[in-house]
């Protein structure tokens, strides 16, 4: 990624309290997220991968402007969003729109297609009412949908048209990033495929970004420039999508590989995970995944471990601490 990145995200961490009582007391805090650092270059596709429950969607929402973090910096352009005035946070949402995992709960039921899609435009005094109908077409012609739709309700949609819908809802306010959060699971390998497609169309044509969060690792390794992949609230590894996926570092990054499937072949060769993943109010000391690692060491329950950079590829775990060290002449721990 040359200069500088659209999206910064630098030491995030996100808490949500666990109040008990009488009084609603704070008794502790689920540690969603804990120290991520991630970039999105402009007109850059970035991966963030990983198990349910391991922080990707409210990473999300801290990144949508919902969700402000306990600790750490999100810049959109340079600006610093959560330091921003009510005007400036009210522009930067502009900037960035959201395209969620089911379309049918996240578009109103009550309201035909094209104000579904204008309502944005509207709110912003983008648009005038008058207009309405004619704007909707054009975004409703870009992501291959009819004029016959306009004044149809999302209920009569199938799974792959709402969603359509929603990527023109998200397209309208012309954003310069996107959060894609699962925006293709709920759907058919076939229509998947479909909406993938439209995805990257609509990249190359108005110059976007997406920060593309899935389990879906084969999705991803056609989609994106780089991944990310998170555990626990945690990146534990980082690089290219193409290096990543050819050479997987971290024993999580090797399961979940070995877990997916493989269309005409075998899975990877990596032991399957077991267990689940650990409470994330009350997580586990060191490196969190040396609970079900199978090449953790006794260092891995002690503390967590450092970042390693190797041409831009990133792995946070004692293996490749330790080589580093070996190589650079420091004690292994």
């Not at 709920?186 to 909406?195: E, R, T």
């Not at 650990?278 to 609970?291: D, I, L």
């Amino acid at each position: 990624m040359s200069g500088a990145p659209l999206l910064d995200i630098h030491d995030v961490h996100v808490w949500f309290p666990i109040r008990r009582g009488v009084f609603s007391r704070v008794r502790g805090h689920v540690r969603a997220v804990q120290g991520v650092s991630l970039q999105v270059g402009a007109g850059e596709v970035v991966g963030l991968v990983g198990e349910s429950g391991c922080g990707k969607s409210t990473l999300a929402r801290a990144v949508m402007m919902l969700q402000p973090p306990a600790q750490g910096v999100i810049r959109l352009e340079g600006r610093d969003v959560y330091a921003q005035s009510a005007t400036g946070i009210r522009e930067l949402r502009r900037q960035v729109q959201i395209v969620f995992q089911d379309p049918y709960a996240s578009l109103n039921p009550r309201l035909p297609v094209y104000q579904i899609i204008t309502e944005g435009l509207i709110a912003y005094g983008m648009l005038r009412e008058n207009e309405q109908e004619e704007r909707a077409r054009a975004l409703l012609h870009d992501v291959g949908l009819g004029a016959d739709a306009l004044y149809r309700y999302p209920h009569e949609f199938s799974g792959g048209q709402r969603q359509r819908i929603s990527i023109a809802r998200a397209l309208s306010m012309r954003p310069k990033l996107i959060v894609c959060d699962e925006a293709v699971s709920a759907l058919d390998v076939s229509i998947q495929a479909q909406v993938i497609n439209l995805l990257m169309e609509l990249k190359a044509k108005y110059g976007l970004s997406y920060l593309f969060i899935s389990h879906d690792l084969s999705v991803v390794k056609f989609m994106a420039d780089r991944v990310a992949v998170m555990y626990l609230g945690r990146i534990v590894e980082e690089g290219r999508c193409r290096d990543v996926m050819a050479n997987p570092r971290h024993p999580y990054t090797q399961a979940l590989l070995a877990a997916a499937p493989v269309a005409g072949g075998p899975r990877g060769v990596a032991p399957p995970l077991s267990g689940e993943l650990p409470s994330v109010t009350h997580p586990p000391s060191g490196c969190p995944f040396h609970t079900r690692c199978p090449k953790a060491m006794p260092v891995c329950r002690e503390r967590y471990p450092d970042t390693i950079d190797q041409h831009g590829h990133q792995t946070a775990c004692h293996l490749f601490a330790s080589a580093d060290r070996a190589t650079t002449g420091v004690a292994i721990p």
